[in-house]
């Protein structure tokens, strides 16, 4: 075909421009003759111009001007025009664009062109560009394609209702029956489209997979045809025998069959002869064998073919070509959870990939890494892991580090193990770690005592190393505060100890203080450090003296407060120093996850056993006389017992004139801490006018409850209707009121009202109450207060 | 489903583009931009596949461009290099050992040829022959265009 001279000699115009700005020179004018030209009538050159316009538009200059003009050209008669008008369309007007809908009209009647190729342009623009409303437009004139006898016409047809299917869900239905017929075509285009139209119709509706599971006898005899089948030439690549109907049969299978048995039996032999047979030299066996994999994995298959598979992998991972190394990684990526053993026994090889030179491999080999860490190969995985963080590229650091943290704290056989491996990760890549690390670690540090020396010989080395990684120095720092004093014994039993002086210690810190790489963060950290020193080391308490003071004029204003207070602590609170400066107390621990299933001690439960003893060694013993008491009370009431029992009557005076303090004491010892109280509750008289009185009493329920009882009666001689009562109590004491018993006071004191209150005095303040009385008497409506400051029994 | 295929020289500038969903101007740019500095930071003999956003990314190069396609979540990457390689041979057959000036100087030619081999974001045509024979007859059409319209048997 003649190339397009007006075309090229413009392109060449344009290249050989030396600027920017010259080139935009060039193709304003270009721009300009075009308009020119568009606005003339018809001459030859459209078809030049048009493209011309399209090729200034791939370079990036706006070409909106020429939607118009492709829509005119599109209506032409003439072939070459309606081309480049066609692919003006596809690359100007999408579905966005207002002028989109003007060439529907041009498209329906170019599908029923007498021409194919003019049909295939129709169809192919509606296949890329159409919106949902022409879509819908034109929906039943491709069904009716979609039946032609027109192999050409058919696989195009076949692709646009591909497209129409997902621009408009709903014209699925349309399309099932044709579809349907088009499998026993013999034609691969057709064959292919007809497969893609089948899957993107099984993917949108459940009840057309149902359907079209029918099928997978047709499927696989016809992937039986490719695979078996000798030499194709026209579809022959590399000796696979048209792959790319291949795959897509295969990822068709692969939807058909999931969670499907029978589905996914019928396609087992299939599939076994596939991965068998298929050559896996070329990289287009290789993508055959690939979807082959991932549908065996996908479907109900059985394990031997399982197996098979997960094998193929295996081999892929010990394939020189990189794409194939990928793709594996990828594919078990996708397994490893499910079928971990079958996994783990490529490990070596995945572990390998960890120095491939090529990131993306990189980033695949250590996500499966991680997912391969076990409590069995720990040890081993975490080694090559560390020497894989000590030479990752930059962009994978974070993914590492905190990747090899998550499995420690998992799987980490001992605790010593677990510092060492954190220690490490904070040496190599400390830049790069999690905020939380820190706390993390110094929470893991305290935790593990009997490590304590150890750790600070560790890490005062460490310090010496790279003062530049902050975590690490931020950690050391802690430990050197708080164990500071284990540091200067100079002797360790897991490591060689240095030896050290306090001097050389306080140097330590003081060099952490004033590194300019040292951040905020970490010279708090290091001025806390200093601070504690000065319980736990005896001559240089000086020295931390006048350091803090100094900082006490810091511009840094966090470091500033602390220097500030802990001046304070020097100089007016020095009795207090010893106190607050001493050894931290063992962490909480809070849900981070189980580690070593050591729990920590809980040191307030230590003080209560004590308390109890205490209590039991005050009481002095007296067997006897808490024998008869205990029998006493047991028995309930007052009477004398019986004459057979060794207590005997002589007791008996005893037991009647003391019973209470004895048996209070008693009680004391054996119900805790709670006081029950014997007697009832006594009662008070707190209002009382015109008849009318109204008595309080209460109940202690708990340490902080109480229940308060009011009492009302009436006296006079009417009835009093409409009683009720309000009760008001300081601000930190909660209250809530019941309903009374009744809202009436007969005459003559018929009935009593009652109404309880509930209290609830946790800050134990001094308990008030005010009532205010309310009642109808007589006609008239009474109202009183009366302020309550003491409680009976309180 | 394929969602975008780019063609782009060594220096950057954008010999081809295909776009097979409907998106706006100033994002067919961004993309274009983000797909060239990625591809053009790779080094040689690392793999061809790039995970970006949702999509994965299959490149290869072909002495001075670099073809580069877009493709979704399910689909096969070694499929894709194989849809590469196709699209590179149709052009090669068609322009005669093409190199980088052929596709720059008959861009539209690039485009319906590769319209008969992909469509709507999937493969139109498994068989080269049928390709090649479908353009034969469609420059054919154009040549005669001043003629009446005349039917065009395809063989196959």
Known sequence: ?794 | MMRFLLLFSRQGRLRLQKWYTAISEREKKKIIREMTTMVLARQPRTCNFLQWKDLKIVYKRYASLYFCLGVEHEENELLALEIIHRYVELLDKYFGNVCELDIIFNFEKAYFILDEFLMGGEIQETSKQIVNRAIESSDMLQEDDHSEWYEVELFG
């Not at chain 1, 079209?212 to 030499?231: A, E």
């Open chain 1, 1 to 794: 075909m003649s190339p397009s001279v007006p075309l090229q000699e413009m392109i060449r115009a344009i290249r050989s421009a030396r600027t920017q700005c010259e080139e935009r020179g060039v193709i304003q004018r270009e721009c300009a003759a075009i308009r020119a030209q568009f606005r003339q009538t018809d001459n030859g050159g459209r078809s030049h111009n048009l493209a011309k316009l399209l090729y200034v538009h791939m370079l990036g200059y706006p070409a909106h001007f020429g939607q118009m003009e492709c829509v005119r050209m599109i209506a032409s008669p003439r072939y070459s025009e309606k081309r480049v008008g066609y692919l003006g369309a596809m690359m100007l007007l999408d579905e966005k664009q207002d002028a989109s809908l003007l060439i529907t009209n041009s498209i329906k009647n170019d599908l029923s062109h007498s021409n194919q190729y003019v049909q295939s342009l129709a169809l192919c623009t509606l296949a890329c560009m159409g919106s949902a409303e022409m879509c819908r437009d034109l929906a039943p004139e491709i069904d009716r394609l979609l039946r032609s006898s027109n192999s050409y016409i058919k696989k195009k047809a076949a692709l646009c209702a591909v497209h129409i299917v997902r621009k408009v869900h709903d014209l699925g239905e349309l399309f099932v029956p044709s579809a349907r017929s088009l499998l026993s075509e013999k034609n691969h285009g057709v064959l292919h489209g007809a497969v893609v139209l089948i899957t993107e119709l099984c993917e949108r509706s459940p009840e057309t997979l149902e359907r079209f599971r029918k099928t997978v006898p047709d499927l696989v005899q016809i992937m039986k045809g490719l695979v078996i089948s000798g030499y194709s030439p026209d579809h022959d690549v590399a000796g696979v025998s048209d792959p790319f109907l291949q795959v897509r049969i295969l990822r068709l299978l692969r939807i058909l069959g999931r969670n499907n048995e029978a589905a996914s039996d019928a396609m087992n032999d299939l599939l076994a002869q596939v991965a068998t047979n298929t050559d896996s030299t070329k990289t287009v066996g290789n993508a055959v064998l690939y979807e082959t994999v991932l549908t065996v994995l996908d479907i109900k298959s059985e394990s031997g073919l399982r197996v098979l598979a997960v094998n193929i992998l295996g081999r892929f991972l010990l394939n020189n070509d990189r794409n194939i190394r990928y793709i594996a990684m990828t594919s078990l990526q996708k397994i490893v959870s499910t079928d971990h053993n079958a996994v783990q026994r490529h490990r070596g090889t995945i572990v390998d990939c960890l120095k491939d030179q090529d990131a993306s491999v990189k980033r695949r080999a250590l996500e499966l890494s991680l997912a391969l860490v076990s409590a069995s190969n720990i040890r081993s995985m975490m080694k090559e892991l560390l020497i894989f963080l000590s030479s990752c590229p930059p962009e994978l650091r974070a993914q590492a580090a905190s990747g090899i943290f998550n499995a420690a704290e998992r799987y980490a056989p001992s605790k010593r193990w677990h510092i060492d491996t954190i220690l490490h990760v904070l040496t190599t890549a400390g830049g790069d770690v999690r905020d939380e690390t820190v706390p993390n670690l110094i929470q893991l540090i305290t935790n593990t005592s009997e490590l304590h020396c150890y750790t600070v010989h560790k890490l005062y080395r460490a310090l010496f190393t790279d003062i530049s990684q902050q975590p690490l120095v931020q950690v050391a720092c802690w430990c050197i505060g708080e164990y500071g004093d284990l540091l200067l014994k100079g002797e360790c039993q897991e490591t060689e100890a240095v030896q050290v002086t306090e001097d050389d210690v306080l140097d330590a810190l003081e060099i952490v203080l004033q590194s300019h790489m040292s951040t905020p963060t970490t010279r708090g950290f290091a001025l806390t450090a200093t601070m504690k020193l000065s319980t736990r080391i005896t001559d240089n308490v000086d020295r931390i003296r006048s350091i803090v003071s100094i900082y006490g004029s810091c511009i840094d204003v966090e470091l500033q407060q602390r220097a500030v207070e802990y001046n304070a602590l020097f100089k007016k609170y020095d009795h207090m120093r010893a106190a607050v400066l001493e050894r931290m107390p063992v962490i909480q621990k809070n849900s981070l996850g189980q580690t070593n299933g050591e729990l920590s001690e809980e040191p307030m439960k230590e003080s209560q056993p004590g308390k109890v003893k205490q209590e039991e060694t005050a009481l002095p013993p007296q067997p006897a006389g808490q024998v008869v008491d205990l029998l006493d009370l047991l028995g309930g009431s007052q009477e004398p017992l019986q004459p057979g029992s060794s207590v005997g009557g002589s007791a008996s005076t005893q037991l009647t004139a003391a019973p209470s303090s004895a048996g209070g004491d008693l009680l004391d010892l054996l119900g805790g801490f709670e006081p029950t109280p014997l007697a009832p509750a006594p009662t008070v008289t707190v209002y009382e006018k015109n008849g009318v009185t109204l008595t309080l009493s209460c109940e202690q329920q708990s340490e902080s409850g109480l229940t308060v009882t009011l009492t009302a009666s009436n006296s006079t001689d009417s009835d009093i209707s409409g009683f009720t009562l309000q009760a008001a109590v300081p601000k930190s004491v909660q209250l809530q009121m019941r309903a009374p018993s009744r809202d009436s006071l007969p005459a003559h004191g018929g009935a009593k009202l009652t109404q309880l209150v509930v209290l609830n005095n946790p800050n134990k303040v001094n308990l008030k109450m005010r009532i205010r009385v309310s009642y109808t008497c007589q006609g008239s409506v009474v109202q009183d207060m009366v302020q309550v400051d003491s409680f009976p029994g309180l």
